[in-house]
């Protein structure tokens, strides 16, 4: 059974850092590229960002595009999220979602964790 479980959420004041986690099983997690998408109160699912299966071809999103960098180790079999210069506007639950390729051109994501809540505010 695919598990994505997702932490390292919380409250941080604008200008602040976080670094996202999301610990992956029942799947071959180097085989697959990974996504990170979130969602605002009241707004729909937008993607944040790619990596590829080996972690060598990344994309973002143009509004975290220089702020936010996702990596992977598939030793850990985790997948990271490491978020500056905090905003309010990024404020949302934040989850991993597996693609169905190893590439992460042409991603479509078959699984989703429940996420976890970011709170930008002073």
């Known amino acids: 059974e695919v598990q994505l479980v997702e932490s390292g959420g919380g409250l941080v004041q604008p200008g602040g850092s976080l670094r996202l986690s999301c610990a992956a099983s029942?799947?071959?997690?180097?085989?697959?590229?990974m996504s990170w998408v979130r969602q605002a109160p009241g707004k729909g699912l937008e993607w944040v960002s790619r990596i590829n299966f080996v972690g060598s071809s990344t994309n973002y999103a143009d509004s975290v595009k220089g702020r936010f960098t996702i990596s992977r180790d598939n030793a850990k079999n985790t997948l990271y999220l490491q978020m500056n210069s905090l905003k309010p506007e990024d404020t949302g639950v934040y989850s991993c979602?597996?693609?169905?390729?190893?590439?992460?051109?042409?991603?479509?994501?078959?699984?989703w964790g429940k996420g976890t809540l970011v709170t930008v505010s002073s």
């Open positions: 979602a597996k693609c169905q390729t190893a590439s992460a051109r042409g991603c479509q994501e078959d699984y």
């Open positions: 029942g799947f071959t997690f180097s085989n697959y590229a």
